[in-house]
């Protein structure tokens, strides 16, 4: 613990002294749908030393349930096994669903004096919360999971005007399985109940439901504001 503490204020004291910090916001393709990300960069945090910190605050609207999952026959769902999607569609069910990533990434700027961009590959941390469901005037359901990952990959920061940068990312995820949460409506009647990856079943509903799991991938497009 004493080390982990002594490890902590040794980083802050370093963002502490960083002689460069920008802004940046950015939008593209994320996890299977359009999102947004919204970061701080420190930089420059010991002389000579070629690091930055970026600490993000991503969004992404996603697909949240899989269309074409086999719904099994004799259920809540019906007497009849069908996909989800010609249920949905049956049954005039609106779905939603959206991803909220928080990430920590370490930077590691290459060399490109004379050049007007500069590359960065980049690893870090995330921690994703996901919700999606669906719903209409007389039943819906939602899922939700939170999802502890790791992740990579190179940003390129090109000089458009003094302090300003447009910014291309390129990335990819792996998320830890984790638990998920369900709830269903029907009329005055609710249901829950949380399956974990241990449990029978998990395999079955995680494959209905479509939050980051494994490998998923990224790209965005945007602008850097430095000060």
Do not use: H
Request: glycine share 12%.
């Amino acid at each position: 613990m004493k080390r982990a503490l002594v490890g902590l204020m040794a980083f802050l004291g370093a963002l502490g002294t960083a002689q460069k910090f920008s802004v940046e916001a950015s939008a593209g393709y994320v996890y299977s749908g359009l999102g947004g990300q919204l970061a701080v960069v420190v930089e420059d945090l010991a002389p000579g030393l070629p690091l930055a910190v970026r600490l993000g605050l991503g969004f992404a609207t996603s697909d949240a349930l899989d269309e074409n999952f086999v719904l099994p026959g004799g259920t809540i769902w019906g007497p009849v096994a069908t996909t989800w999607g010609n249920y949905k569609s049956a049954n005039n069910l609106t779905e939603w669903g959206q991803n909220i990533t928080l990430s920590l990434d370490v930077l590691f700027t290459l060399p490109a004096e004379g050049l007007p961009v500069s590359l960065a590959p980049y690893l870090g941390l995330r921690f994703n919360l996901f919700e999606g469901g669906y719903y209409d005037t007389n039943i819906s359901g939602k899922y939700s999971s939170n999802a502890f990952g790791f992740g990579g990959g190179i940003r390129a920061a090109f000089a458009a005007i003094p302090d300003l940068d447009v910014v291309v990312d390129l990335g990819a995820d792996y998320y830890l399985q984790s638990c998920i949460e369900e709830s269903a409506s029907r009329g005055s009647f609710t249901t829950t109940s949380t399956t974990c990856p241990d449990d029978d079943g998990y395999a079955n509903l995680n494959a209905f439901v479509t939050q980051p799991d494994g490998f998923v991938f990224r790209v965005r497009l945007g602008a850097a504001f430095r000060f």
